[in-house]
Nanobody, 126 residues
Framework: LVQLVESGGGSVQSGGSLRLSCVVS????????LGWFRQAPGKEREGVAV???????RYTDSVKGRFTISQDNAKNTLYLQMNSLKPEDTAIYYC????????????????????WGQGTQVTVSS
């Protein structure tokens, strides 16, 4: 069993920045995948960015150049640095864990991931 706890959400104006954190604990493995997803009202949960234990990253097109995913292994923490935020980035952001999901062509699909955090709200006003 893996536990994920997100923090760092909030309200910012368009063009602002936020950094999300996700603390990972429990029965983790040395080879793993971590990801950030988001879900806006009335929409499906979508993949934003993922990283694997080798540090390989993948991003959805809409956030490339604005968001950066990273991890601090000593702190068992995943981060998402979000810059140049736009109103369309408004959503609940979730942290996810899986052994393999980031490696496949379906990495952006929520159903590919096994464990989830409770989510943190990000609101961007224009």
């Amino acid at each position: 069993l893996v536990q994920l706890v997100e923090s760092g959400g909030g309200s910012v104006q368009s063009g602002g920045s936020l950094r999300l954190s996700c603390v990972v604990s429990g029965d983790t493995y040395s080879s793993y995948c971590l990801g950030w997803f988001r879900q806006a009202p009335g929409k499906e949960r979508e993949g934003v960015a993922v990283i694997d234990s080798d540090g390989i990253t993948r991003y959805t097109d809409s956030v490339k150049g604005r968001f950066t995913i990273s991890q601090d292994n000593a702190k068992n923490t995943l981060y998402l640095q979000m810059n140049s935020l736009k109103p369309e980035d408004t959503a609940i952001y979730y942290c996810a864990y899986d052994l393999f999901a980031a490696h496949g062509s379906s990495w952006f699909l929520a159903r590919s991931w096994a464990y989830w955090g409770q989510g943190t709200q990000v609101t961007v006003s224009s």
